[in-house]
């Protein structure tokens, strides 16, 4: 059974970076079957895809968060991890963990619970 | 950029069947995947490539996509299955994009 766990800070300060970490159990982010992403959620309102990362660091990035973004991963403890910098309060959200099914489509068939992410000081 | 639009809600009584749409252009042309996602849980996925179910997930679930629609289905609708529902796409021009959600009311 596919698990992904985030965890990390819940509040952050405005202009600070936000840093997450999401780790996987069940499957291996090496054995390169998938791509593993991270989506948010603003309080109340739809969903928001941020990015994926490959297990080889090969990155793609939602165009409109591009500048702030960064997802890295290590392999050797099955975790991927975002750093969104310079955040304001419209950054507040649930931030999900989850893999993507890659092919003729993109898809994500496994989710992690979510972790809430306020941003105030 | 393409966009895809849901209603915001959608209402049926319990046994009926329950039609969540989402539209943009030529959506037919490319496969729509569907989320389900209760007050404070993950969304969790109900319908794969426009029409496919994971394991696990009920047959009164089903999709369609054509033309500029596609269709979530949920047959015989139970009190259970009162949720927000996303569609979602990717291709290599709209990117990975979601809809603004749907609020499934059971009556």
């Known amino acids: 059974q596919v698990q992904l766990q985030e965890s990390g800070p819940g509040l952050v300060t405005p202009s600070q970076t936000l840093s997450l970490t999401c780790t996987v159990s069940?499957?291996?982010?090496?054995?390169?079957?998938?791509?593993w992403s991270w989506i948010r959620q603003h309080p109340g309102k739809g969903l928001e895809w941020i990015g994926y990362i490959y297990y080889s660091g090969s990155t793609y990035y939602n165009p409109s968060l591009k500048s702030r973004v960064t997802i890295s991963v290590d392999t050797s403890k099955n975790q991927f991890s975002l750093r969104l910098s310079s955040v304001t309060a419209a950054d507040t959200a649930v931030y999900y963990c989850?893999?993507?099914?890659?092919?003729?489509?993109?898809?994500?068939?496994?989710w992690g619970q979510g972790t809430l992410v306020t941003v105030s000081s | 950029s393409y966009v895809v639009t849901q209603p915001p809600s959608v209402s049926v009584a319990p046994g009926q069947t329950a039609r969540i749409t989402c539209v943009g252009n030529n959506i037919g042309s490319t496969s729509v995947h569907w989320y389900q996602q209760k007050p404070g849980q993950a969304p969790v996925l109900v319908v794969y490539?426009?029409?496919d179910r994971p394991s696990g997930i009920p047959e009164r679930f089903s999709g369609s996509n054509s033309g500029n629609t596609a269709t979530l289905t949920i047959s015989r609708v139970e009190a259970g299955d009162e949720a927000d529902y996303y569609c979602q796409v990717w291709d290599s021009t709209t990117d990975l994009l979601f809809g603004g959600g749907t609020k499934l009311t059971v009556l």
């Open positions: 989850a893999r993507v099914v890659v092919g003729a489509t993109q898809y994500f068939d496994y």
């Open positions: 490539d426009d029409s």
């Open positions: 069940g499957d291996s982010i090496s054995g390169g079957a998938y791509y």
